[in-house]
């Protein structure tokens, strides 16, 4: 189901004016095909200028592919890819108003920070004072000032990729690409330069264009996400809408915790054959035959497994409608041994109508 085009038609048509700003990337109709391997199988997308916006995907699904398409280090096999409304996809990647950072982000070790942040300027012949103005510009829009003199090997990882991410902002560059530029970082590390990114993106302005698999990494930075599958994607929206209305199967998967009701379950629960999922967090664990609201939809079933999360519990609710559910519920009072001590208990599980979802196979 092509929903990305769609989403921005919607857009477009309730501006009053009638007409929208001219999107900082947009891709038509795009398609990579390496022999017989299909990377990226037709995407439309439009970028809206100064966003953050992500590519989320397992690995595989194409993500890599169309960054590298709108850099023009890859030729589409058909398609276009328009930057600020010029048609891009002959130029070569100097000729585009880009820039890409990338995971194995390399700085030279034998160079200081301020040589390694100009040394793309040197190559370009910029005037020394011009040169050391943007550098120190540059750092400063990264947090690192004063530390031109520093060698790579003198910093930490964290400090490592703001250089690299100054070595691209000293370019200026309309749109900057970013490839899992916080792969390498262990959780912690990753967590705060999460929102610093995020923090220096909206001091620069900059459309972002960011690829990562992970969920709560697009989640925590994103104004918009795509969720890319098998080099399709399957929903563009804001963080709070691909987690609360997935459109389908996959991205309710592959965003939070799958909860579907299918088949006898769906019929039994919500009355109808579908496909349905629920949050975890939304449901309520409560004693069997206990009564729901007229807006709540109930599930009868037993405690199958209890997984004891320090903050949060996750139940693991067989149905007698068959399938199962997960439920988390945040242990406000509850000790561990009060949570494990549930399983193999009957419950009824209840939760409100509106926090379910159909969902679409594809
Ligand atoms: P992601 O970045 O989402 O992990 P990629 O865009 O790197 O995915 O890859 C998408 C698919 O295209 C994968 O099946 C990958 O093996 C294939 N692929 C990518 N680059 C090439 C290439 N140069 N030659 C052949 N196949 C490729
Ligand atoms: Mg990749």
Redesign the pocket.
Known sequence: MPIAPADHEDVRARDPAGSAPVAAVRLEGLV?R??D????ERIDLEIREGEFFS?L????????????MIAGF?APTEGRVLLHGQDVTGRAPFERDVNTVFQDYALFPHMTVGENVGYGLLVRKVPKDDRQRRVADALRMVRLEGYERRKPGQLSGGQRQRVALARALVNRPRVLLL??PLGALDLKLREEMQIELHQIQHQVGITFVY?T?DQDEALTMSDRIAV?NQ?RIEQVGAPAEVYERPATRFVAGFVGTSNLLTGSAAEAVVGRAGMFTVRPEKIRLEDPGSTAADDEYAADGTIASVVYLGSDTRYHVALAAGGELVVTQQNLTTSSTEALEQQGRAVRLVWKRQHTREVAEA
């Open positions: 990579k390496y022999g391997v299909t990377a990226v590519m995907g397992p690995s595989g699904s194409g993500k890599t592919t169309t960054l590298r890859e490839d899992e690829v698999h890319f080099g």
